[in-house]
């Protein structure tokens, strides 16, 4: 008796720990570039890709690579260079503030705050929501409104005064320079 109840628990932490393997395993960060093929055409899902190419988000990770970021990084009392350190990445790279997240191998760190940043991990809704957008929200794509404020919250999650280098986060004109409507 002892041993089949053991035996049992056992069974229970194995499917437990496989359908929690499953789960982070299906909202892997996959990087922008898989967003590329059909965000880049007004005929396949509007011109989004384009338009953050463009954007000073695309360029989030270079900027860690400056000089001026190294200094930013040792006046903040880091011994490690600006594109090394994980307080500097959590806001320059995509799911990196993110406890826990996983990457694919084909994730690109260099791509600084992509898609995935604002939209959510995309590995497991990639597909599906090019069919079923409101299907896919439950694997986790994610759209802020702007008219609702929700997507302004998102934003000062990085636009904040941990920024050593804040500015006053102005919404209005910042989503100006950031926004990529379909039409
Ligand atoms: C196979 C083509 C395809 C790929 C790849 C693709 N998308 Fe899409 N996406 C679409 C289409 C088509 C729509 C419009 C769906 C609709 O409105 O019914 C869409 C809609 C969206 C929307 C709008 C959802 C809403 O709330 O209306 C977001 C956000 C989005 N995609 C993000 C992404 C991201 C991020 C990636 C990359 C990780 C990506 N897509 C990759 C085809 C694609
Ligand atoms: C994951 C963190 C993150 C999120 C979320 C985020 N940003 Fe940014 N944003 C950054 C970083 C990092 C930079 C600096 C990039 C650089 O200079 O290389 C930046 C720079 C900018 C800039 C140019 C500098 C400035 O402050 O004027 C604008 C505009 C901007 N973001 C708008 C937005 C808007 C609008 C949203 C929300 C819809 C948003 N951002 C969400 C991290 C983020
Ligand atoms: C800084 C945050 C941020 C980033 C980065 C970002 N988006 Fe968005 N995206 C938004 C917000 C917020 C909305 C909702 C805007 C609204 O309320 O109309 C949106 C809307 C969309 C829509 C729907 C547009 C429409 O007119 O219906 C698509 C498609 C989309 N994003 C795709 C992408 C793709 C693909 C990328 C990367 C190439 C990307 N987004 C990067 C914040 C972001
Ligand atoms: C809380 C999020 C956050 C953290 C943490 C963060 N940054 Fe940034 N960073 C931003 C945002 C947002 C911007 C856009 C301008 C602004 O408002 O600060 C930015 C801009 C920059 C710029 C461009 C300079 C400018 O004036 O636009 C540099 C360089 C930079 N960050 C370096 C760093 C370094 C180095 C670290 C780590 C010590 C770091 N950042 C940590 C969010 C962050």
New binding site residues.
Partial sequence: MKNAVSFLALALAFTALTAFTLSSKNNEYVG?KT??A??SNPKT??T??????K?V?ANAYKTLKTAEADKIAKEQGHSTKAADTKECLSCHV?GHMEAGATFAKKFDKSEG???????GAASAYRIKHAKDVEGARALGLI??????G??EK??VSCHNKKSPTYKPFKFKEA?KS??????
């Fill in positions: 922008s967003c590329k059909c965000h899902g509007g989004a890709y384009k338009v953050w190419e954007s988000h995509t705050v992509g898609c995935e940043s604002c939209h759209t802020k409104k702007v008219s609702s929700a997507a998102q934003c989503w950031v926004a990529h409507p379909n039409s």
